[in-house]
């Protein structure tokens, strides 16, 4: 597919509008400016991000109701220009998942709130995140493996339970 400013300069009657129609050159102008933004919210359906400290520090958040609750799904819906839009990081209350206070945002008690980052993945890489996609089991295989080499080689188990998202 051509973007707006492609087809400006491959398709010789566009480019004439463009030069000669102030209407037109305003409208396209514009067209290129909002050309591959996002055009919605949607959350990785089981995306989890992990920074050094409360989330709410590193990145922009927001908080909505789990799709338990009704409110926010999974989904791994597109919407901007590097083809993924914002990524779910913790499922549970705000406080638990950022280390912040009183993050119910107005939400009805005993609602479970996800924290959804602001940032799609590009941008959560950009900003030095480390992220997991646990849709898939050579993760979970990943993970469990790296765990049972540091029990065997360091005498460490790690209580998963014990972790907060």
Same mark, same amino acid.
């Given at each position: 597919?051509?973007?707006? /400013?492609?087809?400006?300069? $491959?398709?010789?009657?566009? *480019?004439?509008?463009?030069?000669?129609?102030? $209407?037109? $050159?305003?409208?396209?102008?514009?067209?290129? /400016? =909002?050309? #591959?933004?996002? *055009?919605?919210?949607?959350?990785? /359906?089981? !995306?989890?991000?992990?920074?050094?400290?409360?989330?709410?520090?590193?990145?922009? &958040?927001?908080?909505?109701?789990? $799709?338990?609750?009704?409110?926010?799904? #999974?989904?791994?819906?597109?919407?901007?220009?590097?083809?993924?839009?914002? %990524?779910?990081?913790?499922? !549970?209350?705000?406080?638990?998942?950022?280390?912040?206070?009183?993050?119910?945002?107005?939400?009805?008690?005993?609602?479970? =709130?996800?924290?959804?980052?602001?940032?799609?993945?590009? %941008? =959560?890489?950009? /900003? !030095?995140?480390?992220?997991?996609?646990?849709?898939?089991?050579?993760?979970?295989?990943?993970?469990?493996?790296?765990?049972?080499? &540091? *029990?065997? *080689?360091?005498?460490?188990? &790690?209580?998963?339970?014990? &972790?907060?998202?």
């Amino acid at each position: 597919s051509l973007s707006v /400013a492609e087809a400006v300069e $491959r398709v010789e009657e566009l *480019r004439d509008l463009y030069r000669n129609d102030p $209407r037109v $050159r305003e409208l396209l102008d514009y067209a290129v /400016a =909002l050309e #591959g933004l996002a *055009r919605h919210t949607s959350v990785h /359906a089981a !995306g989890v991000v992990i920074a050094p400290g409360p989330l709410d520090e590193y990145v922009p &958040i927001l908080t909505a109701p789990t $799709r338990g609750a009704g409110g926010a799904g #999974g989904g791994t819906g597109g919407g901007s220009a590097g083809g993924a839009a914002a %990524s779910a990081v913790a499922a !549970g209350n705000f406080e638990a998942a950022t280390g912040g206070a009183g993050g119910a945002g107005g939400a009805a008690a005993g609602v479970e =709130l996800a924290v959804i980052t602001q940032y799609d993945m590009v %941008s =959560l890489e950009q /900003a !030095g995140m480390l992220k997991f996609d646990f849709l898939g089991l050579k993760t979970l295989t990943v993970i469990h493996d790296a765990s049972e080499g &540091i *029990r065997e *080689r360091h005498g460490i188990a &790690i209580d998963w339970d014990d &972790i907060g998202l």
